[in-house]
């Protein structure tokens, strides 16, 4: 059954090329169906994996491509890759609970994003094409999560980032998504400078790039703050592909992209492999407690910040975009306090409600023909029944209401964080507040009230058609992921202890796992704690929004414009930039670089007018040249005889 390993990443790759040699030759809707049957196999096979990996022993569910399985020594070995002086380099798999969690969530919610697109795209004039880079972009993730070495996860790594750049700017002919096509592709390159001068650091130190031989050769990075500066460059890279402080701005920007991207890239997949490299390299940050310190404490105040400009959003996908840096951030904050199983149970929870929640708001902006505005909306629970309930769902699972699955996650994540800082505690307990305001406030501006759509926008737009449900392959992904947003709390309950996820992740994490031993006492006081909260902040977005959208005081330009975090780089980093590039395309292009050349072919210009000058046409001229050289030559031989 392990065998099946080799075929998740097969089908998708499968999918990306038969889709790329005639996919436009089927057109729609069969390629959307070719990209969603690739999609489904690979669940299928990661299904087939996880009964087989399951049927380990505990101690025995760590399997790399020197493991046998049956078929040799390259068992779980594609072929070898680099092989250059002490660095050897597998195309490999490394096979734990890990990975195979992420890739179970990774294929099961691709499958739901991929149908949904069938209906969501139709009709668009690249529709061929956006499932070439959906089925691209599965590849280059489960290339990511499966990779058994640092190098080939980068391969994973930049293949998601290229794969966020063409889905974020699908759109292209609109300056607004070229735009922000570019500025992901920038955000996360920066972020990526870290990866490489990790790996790069790692392999001096310990002569190696795969996982396991890292972590028994982690010793060799103790000393000269050597692990420090490995762990923060490799959190760097984290912060450009997870959106975090101060890489996050690019995340916002690309809501541009197609809802399904929304959903599968900005929600689901991509923005959680940060969260999950770390988890990954966890016996390199217990060799940092101060990296681990910083990791946490920038998670906490990410959750805040994008908590906050969340509260004072209109447009639906912005709202739910600062939404998950804001969850992201929630993980990043149990990374840093080790509570790395926390960590994973918000990530597979929060690829369920966050994947529901942007696919619940594509169908709210297909059935209103492309309107993103809260405030135009309003009243849509009476005309769309199934997006309504569905997102409800998803609404109560991100507020965290017991008991629906976000409340036991971010309820775990904050018991640890009780445990290990109080002052983090605190933050994180504020931050679930506006959390639960937010989405409320969300929920009750589009569903609830009067129909606003039906009223002429206060810029002139005209009162918009009644709103129509979303056709049946975008419902039953709703349905789908409305029911693990409720029940997906129960793969970690707190009072289970066989069975669960923390059961099944521990031996990877071992003793550096940090876990809050509260008594449960302490630990329902906690839970209670959470969901007063939860609900107080609920009711109090209730009683704000229900019959209103506007409410300038609670929606400063302060919030609106992001902390203002983009005019800051703008003006710090954006127009500085561009004096300088002014001033090297002056004094460097114009004047060095240009200066040169045209400078060459000014003096070939007058070499060449001055040698015209003695080609008179003339054979005299030319035999006197001739005596005259002859007679140089002679005199030049006669005073070398004589000096001689």
């Not at 400063?556 to 127009?575: E, K």
């Amino acid at each position: 059954m392990l065998h099946a390993v080799f075929l998740m990443p097969l089908f998708p790759l499968a999918g990306f090329v038969v889709l790329l040699a005639i996919g436009r030759r089927v057109g729609e809707p069969i390629a959307g169906w070719i990209g969603t049957t690739a999609i489904a196999a690979s669940f299928v096979a990661a299904c087939v994996t996880l009964a087989g990996l399951a049927g380990q022993p505990s101690n025995a569910r760590t399997l790399t491509c020197s493991d046998s399985c049956g078929r040799g020594a390259d068992a779980h070995s594609f072929f070898s890759w680099i092989v250059v002086g002490g660095l050897h380099v597998k195309a490999a798999i490394l096979l734990d609970p890990l990975s195979m969690t992420m890739c179970m969530f990774v294929t099961g919610v691709s499958m739901l994003i991929h149908l949904y697109s069938i209906g969501y795209m139709k009709g668009d004039r690249d529709f061929t094409k956006f499932f070439v880079y959906l089925n691209g972009f599965v590849f280059s993730m489960l290339v990511l999560v499966m990779a058994n070495n640092l190098l080939v996860t980068f391969v994973g790594w930049e293949g998601v980032g290229v794969s966020s750049y063409w889905l974020v700017s699908f759109w292209f002919h609109r300056d607004s998504a070229a735009s922000a096509g570019k500025k992901a592709f920038i955000y996360n390159r920066i972020g990526d400078v870290g990866f490489l001068l990790a790996v790069f650091l790692i392999f001096s130190k310990t002569g190696t790039l795969t996982y396991l031989s890292v972590f028994a050769h982690r010793h060799l990075l103790v000393g000269g703050g050597t692990a420090t500066a490995a762990v923060l460059l490799l959190f760097l890279a984290a912060t450009g592909k997870s959106a975090q402080i101060p890489l996050f701005n690019w995340l916002p920007d690309a809501m541009e992209g197609p809802t399904p991207v929304s959903a599968l890239i900005h929600a689901a997949t991509m923005v959680t492999a940060g969260v999950y490299l770390l988890c990954r390299v966890n016996p390199l940050l217990a060799l940092s407690s101060d990296a681990m310190w910083v990791i946490a404490i920038i998670g906490g105040l990410t959750a805040f910040v994008a908590a906050t400009i969340a509260c004072a959003q209109q447009d639906i996908k912005k709202a739910l975009a600062f939404s998950t840096v804001s969850q992201i951030g929630y993980m990043m904050l149990a990374v840093g306090t080790g509570a790395y199983v926390a960590a994973i149970f918000l990530m597979v929870c929060h690829a369920c409600y966050k994947g529901l929640l942007f696919l619940g708001s594509g169908s709210v902006i297909h059935g209103m023909e492309d309107e993103q505005d809260m405030k135009r909306m309003g009243g849509l629970r009476r005309v769309l029944p199934w997006t309504f309930a569905t997102f409800a769902c998803g609404w109560l699972a991100l507020a965290a209401i017991p008991p629906f699955a976000g409340f036991w996650a971010k309820g775990d994540i904050l018991t640890n964080v009780y445990a290990k800082a109080l002052p983090l505690y605190a933050l994180g307990l504020l931050t679930a507040a506006f959390t639960s305001y937010y989405m409320s406030r969300m929920f009750f501006l589009t569903f609830t009230g009067r129909e606003r759509w039906r009223e002429a926008a206060p810029d002139g737009r005209p009162p918009h058609h009644t709103p129509h449900e979303s056709p049946w392959v975008m419902r039953a992904p709703l349905v789908v992921l409305a029911f693990f947003a409720v029940f997906a709390g129960a793969v970690n309950l707190p009072w289970v202890h066989v069975g669960t996820l923390g059961q099944w992740l521990g031996p990877v994490f071992a003793h550096r796992l940090f876990v809050a031993h509260q008594s449960g006492g302490a630990q329902a006081a906690l839970a209670v704690a959470d969901a007063i909260v939860a609900i107080a902040a609920a009711g109090a977005a209730w009683y704000l929004w229900r019959r209103t959208a506007e409410r300038p005081a609670l929606e400063p330009n302060f919030l609106q414009r992001v902390w203002y975090w983009d005019n800051f780089y703008d003006a710090v980093i954006g127009r500085p930039g561009q004096q300088v590039a002014r001033a090297f395309a002056v004094v460097v292009d114009g004047r060095l670089i240009d200066g040169a050349v045209n400078g060459a072919a000014r003096l070939v210009r007058s070499t060449s007018s001055g040698v015209r000058r003695v080609q008179t046409g003339f054979v005299r001229n030319y035999v006197l040249g001739i005596a005259f050289g002859l007679a140089g030559i002679i005199v030049f031989m006669l005073s070398r005889n004589w000096w001689s």
